[in-house]
């Protein structure tokens, strides 16, 4: 069973930087696209970022972009979730995801329950 396991969330001060996190397997970061995701309390999961399987497009959410970098490593088995400028609004638990499905395909729009893998989470919170 192919896991992702993510790491990196902690309390950060608004305007400062963390990096996330996912660890998997080879074959995930090879032939998967892969992407974050993020849920606020009480509010919906929603997208955040992703990265084709080739590593040569990336996609983000209006909300992030130009302060949140994705990127992978494959030589670490790792996906990360670089985020800068970090903002109150940001607080919430981030999850990363996998799927052997392009981007552009349905399973990556709202409410993507059918993407394959799931990390369980690790928590984000910006203070003021």
């Known amino acids: 069973q192919e896991q992702l396991v993510e790491s990196g969330g902690g309390l950060v001060q608004a305007g400062g930087s963390l990096r996330l996190s996912c660890a998997a397997s080879?074959?995930?970061?090879?032939?998967?696209?892969m992407g974050w995701f993020r849920q606020a309390p009480g509010k919906e999961r929603e997208f955040v970022a992703a990265v084709s399987w080739s590593g040569g497009n990336t996609y983000y959410a209006a909300s992030v972009r130009g302060r949140f970098f994705i990127s992978k490593d494959n030589a670490k088995n790792t996906l990360y979730l670089q985020m800068t400028s970090l903002k109150l609004d940001d607080t919430a638990v981030y999850y990363c995801a996998a799927d052997p499905s392009d981007y552009s395909g349905s399973k990556w729009k709202y409410p993507y329950k059918t993407l394959e893998l799931w990390g369980q989470g690790t928590l984000v919170t910006v203070s003021s």
């Open positions: 080879a074959r995930t970061l090879s032939n998967y696209a």
